[in-house]
């Protein structure tokens, strides 16, 4: 193993994923500004199969992480949408979006591309269903007054901004630590290292599930990693748990889903997720689909991939690919370099601003999800919210204990005014 054969690797599974990772962002924006808020609350409010059906359909092409989708789940709750339709949604959202449905078709082909949405589809209507028969149902009822806050500007900025500035900002650190993890499994794991395991695939998915859930993985940056863990022996099916239940849930989202839904509510969502991942896994496995990215390189590996990622830039494709690739990772490095600076960004309360401490932001959703929920206040005239650095930015004489409630009915913590303001 050497450097050059890692970074030849990582050459070829950017080269790979990077115009499919661009053409996602980009419909991801387009969804993002030109589907308005409120249509998704619309069909979501009735307790019945049809709210549960809609929110799994609505929640798959979205391009949602799984701490992003739960603020936006406690906001369609809080708009009315039934609790079957809350758990639907969150199950089937963060599992995939139409960025990793075009990353999975890149990498691990078209049966798996298939089978991702198909597989998180059915979990999410299935988890809604059971939420609906076993804890409750029930709809949030929304006072008239109410209203979103709708973004304004020149529309094709903003889905430009979305798509790579803000979503990457989002995901852009855990898909380039995905990058580099496939490259080193690449180079580094012994090939048919899961084999070890011998005819046990569910075995291997327990050992996946175990790894999986505790950890927060991007459904996106999990591609890499499941298509390396393949080509060194894993079973399609183990790989394809890792892509449903990694994504799905982690620690703190199951937290957060505890507090604002309830506690059997929280058992029928991870039980449904581990349950569904490992049934599909199965069904996967039984069927052959994924069986054609099988360990290849043996002895040779490092010369084997050296000699595919020297092809991958080969040609008029190969160029595309490249300038893919370095798009890619400007609007990544320039994506996280803001987000740092963010962090150490001095702010000074002013005349009728205070400055809050807020814990549990972790993405552009959750800054909105917070923005929404304080904006909306009586006595609001502004709000600023910068996950990085954990603030609240107020204007206007609403009262602190509003705010605090805002704040946590929305999933997250309120910590009182910056101490460093």
Sequence with gaps: MTLHDILNALLEVTGAMSPYLLLGFLIAGVLHVFVPKRFYAKYLS????????WAALLGVPLPLCSCGVIPTAVGLKNEGASKGAVASFLIATPQTGIDSILATFSLMGLGFAV????????????GGLLVNRFAGGGTTVVPTDCTCAVERGNRLWRVLKYAYFDMIQ???????????????????????FFLSFGKQPLLQMLVILVVAVPMYICSTGSIPVAAALMMKGLSPGAALVMLMAGPAVNIASILVVKKSMGTRFT???LLTIVGFSILFGMIINAIGIGADIMPSCGEAHGACCAAKSASTFEGAGG??????SALLLLFIITALTMKFLDKFKKQKAVAGTVIYTVEGMHCNHCKAAVEQAVGKL????SCEATPAANTLVVTGNAQE???RKAVEQAGFEFKGKSLNA
Excluded: H, M, Q
Aim: proline residues 3%; contains cysteine; glycine residues 6%.
């Design 319 to 324: 160029v595309f690919r490249a300038i893919c």
């Design 46 to 53: 009735r307790d019945n199969k049809w709210s549960v059906l």
């Design 115 to 126: 089978v991702r949405p198909v597989a998180a589809l059915v979990t999410g209507v299935c």
């Design 378 to 381: 009586k006595g609001v005239e």
């Design 267 to 269: 058992w029928i969502y």
């Design 170 to 192: 989002d995901i852009g650190l855990r898909l380039l630590i995905g990058l580099i993890v496939a490259a080193l499994i690449n180079v580094v794991v012994p090939d048919e």
């Design 401 to 403: 204990n509003d705010i």
